[in-house]
């Protein structure tokens, strides 16, 4: 079964157009536009995420910490269009799968959701 792709990602095109790439391979889709408004449902255990790391109010990297947290091992990929080592490093700390820069290597990306089985 194919996890259930969540998106959050604050640049409303950025986000339709990968939700439109993942609809496209077949994966059923939420996406959100801050990680206020995602943490409000946390994800189920088929759920991938991929979080973008500069969002309004709380990062991509504090909603994951705080998953990581409650002990929601939920898989998840970072993504930043201005990446720095100290995000690099904390991406690692907080288990996530990979961190792509902007603009995300789609072909990359499937292969990493691939790698946990789906």
Known sequence: MKPTIIIVEDERAARHSLRM????Y???????ATAEEFLREPPGASSFLILDV?????SGLAALQQLRAL?????????SGR???????????????AFFEK???????LDVIASIGA
């Open 71 to 79: 002990g929601i091992p939920v898989p998840a990929v970072l993504v």
């Open 83 to 97: 990446a720095t080592n100290e995000m690099r490093a904390e991406v690692g700390r907080l288990d996530a799968l």
């Open 54 to 58: 500069n969002l309004p109010g709380a």
């Open 21 to 24: 790439v993942m609809e496209a």
């Open 103 to 109: 603009p995300i290597d789609i072909n990359a990306l």
């Open 26 to 32: 077949g994966y059923q889709v939420k996406d959100y």
